[in-house]
């Protein structure tokens, strides 16, 4: 089974997390923006009032201290010129004359007496009318023709006029706009790196959990004495590591004990029953009449049923307790299937029984092959053991989805209703059976070893049906080189 | 034939060196891995029958060692354990040969003739088997009795060449499955039988002198002479 961790970037923990930090991390930055550029621009704006309230009150004091005759008009007109000059935040304008001051003079009734700025000096009256000024403060005054309000102040005039000084705001907008687009700039950069930075962090933290989920399912899969990669640091991961690590410890340590039970308890019976077995035989080879023989024979059997039946027995004990050892290679089914039915053909006839392959292609599954032939055996070995004469079995084979599909299926009487449902379970056999009830039992218990599973059931016509599942071989997932502990 | 036996049973060791005896060989026995090691470097043995359950070393251990040593002897190896080793795999195909206990005496004693047959040979490329009047064209894939060519299934062709083969010798049911097949199992039915009795019945016909013999609850063996 190859790990079903997403490789690919967009679908990675790795990935939403820097995308969540990312716009977490922009909408901070957007509020410091925002409270940046309000308190720039306020403060602009209390640096060009101050500026335009103190400005025309000294116009104003000039105007009222110099004499109303022809240079009047001149003295004002420079005064005004000079103030506009010194303008707060002003970038130079490249238009001739100044557009971005405004002085006006009006009289009681509203005439224009004196106008320095540009045009005539009518619509800029019209909006400061409009807009009811108050003396010592500047208001927001927008004006026809222009897109950028101006800001107006406004002092009375002993003769019960006004004198108007106006100043743009465009370049307090052009300020506020520039600090805008910089900010912008930079703010997508400060996201972009911190994106960066999120991104490889955590992916460099989950490509260790990554590995480490990889490397236990190898490990559950096959080999029990390697170890997950761990990591130096000893932070969540390392400390994930860590446990694992002790975890498959003790289910090593498990089962190797499990395996020490099996095998000292294999060897202890193995031994005597070798020397009994020995003993046998050189006895059978000096018994000299037939009458003499039998009774050796017939115990050499026995003991060769009972060496058999303790050998199934444990690999059965073994693949339950999913501690069978398996040697793996890439094996085709379809080639053993056609070598077993080569194998049983003769004694199937003999015993007036058919069998037959059914099958497309070659199905590749990743097995240990001594296993899986003792499992099709076992099958087989049912079929001719338990079918009449003139009943036939049908061997099918097939791919589907991730599995090989070995079915073996006959046209015999089926499974008796009593053990239908116990049929894996060690012992259970028909009451006609010969066997000692272990051959499905070691099926069901090697298929489950191979990650796979036995179906046993009456097929539509009676007889009875099992089906095989085996995982299929899958290319050899291309792993990183891993560090593992030295244990 | 000089045969070294590594085994700590006591009862097993001495049924084996009893039979061994008794089957020709001249056998030296060792208890332990120390002793098989002084034995195997001193004596030019033709194979060694060694068990992997040893109190003092892990038998293939004393036998990787023993390579080293320069001892070239094929190797039986016995085992208790059920589940074969890669280990073990892996010097099973280097040549030599391993049984798992309980073992039938006969089973050993044809597979140590096979293992030192394979071992002395080389093996000759012949083209030709001929034991008796029965003749083997390998190349053909034809047999013949005397005149009367058989009409063989190349399943059966292969098990008449490996009786053939071993004319001569008894060749366990295990051994067949092993050889002809290619398959580790042990069915607890007839399968084999059927398949010899097949043969036989295409083989020693009518007028010839049967040549495959059963050997009860042993094997069979095809006749030399």
Redesign the interface.
């Known amino acids: 089974m190859s790990s079903k961790i997403a490789e690919t970037p967009l679908r990675s923990a790795a990935w939403r997390i820097s995308l969540w930090a990312t716009l977490a991390f922009a909408f901070g930055t957007l509020l410091v923006f925002l409270m940046l550029n309000r308190f720039v621009a306020n403060d602009i704006q209390r640096r060009t009032d101050a500026w335009l309230t103190g400005e025309v009150e000294s116009l104003a004091e000039i105007s009222e201290h110099t004499p109303k005759d022809q240079r009047y008009a001149r003295i004002l007109s420079e005064a005004a010129e000079l103030a506009s000059k010194e303008v707060p935040n002003r970038t130079r304008s490249h238009t001739v004359g100044n557009d971005s001051v405004f002085f006006a003079e009006e009289a009681r009734d509203g005439a224009l007496l004196l106008w320095v700025g540009t045009g005539t000096g009518k619509a800029n009256l019209e909006a400061v009318h409009g807009a009811h000024l108050e003396p010592d403060t500047a208001t927001d005054v927008h004006i026809d023709g222009y897109k950028v309000p101006f800001r107006v102040a406004m002092v009375p005039t002993d003769e019960g006029g006004h004198i108007y000084l106006g100043v743009s705001q465009r370049d307090e907008r052009r300020v506020l706009e520039n600090l805008a687009w910089r900010f912008l700039a930079l703010g997508l950069v400060i996201v972009l790196i911190g994106f960066v930075i999120v991104f490889y962090t955590t992916r460099r933290m989950l490509t260790a959990v990554r590995e480490i989920t990889e490397a236990a399912s190898r490990i559950g899969q096959s080999d029990l004495s390697s170890r997950v990669p761990t990591v130096t640091s000893n932070d969540e991961v390392g400390q994930l590591a860590l446990t694992l690590n002790r975890m498959l410890d003790r289910i090593e340590n498990s089962m190797h004990q499990l395996h020490t039970i099996t095998?000292s308890l294999?060897?202890d019976l193995?031994?005597?029953?070798?020397?009994?077995?020995?003993?046998l035989?050189?006895s059978?080879?000096s018994a000299n009449s037939g009458e003499q023989?039998e009774p050796i024979?017939s115990a050499?059997?026995e003991?060769?049923?009972l060496?058999?039946f303790l050998?199934t027995s444990?690999?059965v004990a073994e693949a339950r307790a999913d501690a069978?050892?398996l040697?793996r290679s890439d094996v085709d089914m379809e080639e053993v299937l056609r070598?077993?039915i080569?194998?049983?053909e003769?004694?199937m006839s003999?015993k007036g029984l058919k069998i037959s392959l059914h099958n497309g292609e070659p199905v590749h599954v990743f097995v240990d092959p001594?296993l899986v032939?003792?499992l099709v055996?076992n099958l087989?070995?049912n079929e001719?053991?338990h079918l009449v004469a003139g009943s036939s079995v049908t061997v099918s084979l097939r791919s589907e989805d991730d599995a090989a599909v070995l079915t073996v299926e006959d046209d015999g009487s089926g499974f008796a209703k009593e053990i239908k449902d116990r049929l894996f379970e060690r012992g259970v056999k028909g009451q006609a059976s010969p066997?000692h009830g272990l051959g499905l039992a070691f099926v069901e218990a090697v298929a489950r070893a191979h990650g796979g599973s036995v179906t046993a059931a009456n097929g539509a016509n009676g007889g009875a049906r099992l089906e095989v599942r085996l995982p299929l071989a899958v290319q050899p997932v291309e792993v990183e080189p891993m560090m593992v502990s030295a244990d | 034939m000089r045969v070294l036996l590594v085994e700590d049973?006591v009862?097993?060791r001495s049924?084996?060196e009893?039979?061994l005896t008794?089957a020709g060989y001249q056998v030296e026995v060792a208890p332990d891995g120390a002793t098989a090691e002084e034995l195997a470097v001193e004596g030019s043995h033709d194979a060694l029958i060694v068990d992997l359950?040893l109190p003092d070393v892990d038998g293939i251990t004393l036998i990787l060692r023993l390579r080293q040593l320069g001892v070239k002897a094929p190797v039986m190896i016995l085992s208790?354990?059920?589940?074969?080793d890669?280990r073990v795999?892996g010097l099973e195909q280097g040549g030599d040969d391993y049984l798992t206990?309980?073992?039938?005496?006969?089973e050993l004693l044809a597979r140590l003739r096979n293992l030192l047959r394979r071992h002395g040979s080389g093996g000759n490329p012949s083209t030709r088997l001929r034991v008796m009047d029965l003749e083997l064209d390998l190349l053909r894939r034809e047999a013949s009795r005397g005149d009367e060519a058989l009409q063989l299934t190349p399943?059966e062709f292969v098990l008449l060449e490996y009786l053939c083969r071993n004319a001569g010798r008894v060749v366990t049911r295990s051994m067949i499955?092993d050889q002809v097949?290619?398959?580790?199992?042990?069915?607890?039915?007839?399968?084999i039988d059927?398949?010899i009795?097949?043969l036989r019945g295409k083989v020693d016909t009518a007028g010839h002198e049967p040549l495959i013999k059963t050997l009860?609850?042993v094997g069979y063996v095809l006749k030399d002479r």
């Open positions: 095998n294999a060897h193995r031994s005597p029953l070798t020397a009994i077995r020995g003993k035989e050189m059978l080879s023989m024979v050499i059997d003991l060769d049923r060496s058999e050998n444990l690999d069978l050892r040697s070598a077993m080569g194998l049983y003769p004694s003999d001594a032939h003792r055996a087989l070995d001719l053991r066997g | 049973e009862e097993i049924f084996l009893r039979s008794e359950g208790a354990r059920r589940t074969v890669d795999r206990k309980p073992f039938a005496l006969a399943q499955l097949w290619g398959m580790r199992i042990q069915p607890d039915t007839n399968v059927v398949h009795y097949r009860r609850g």
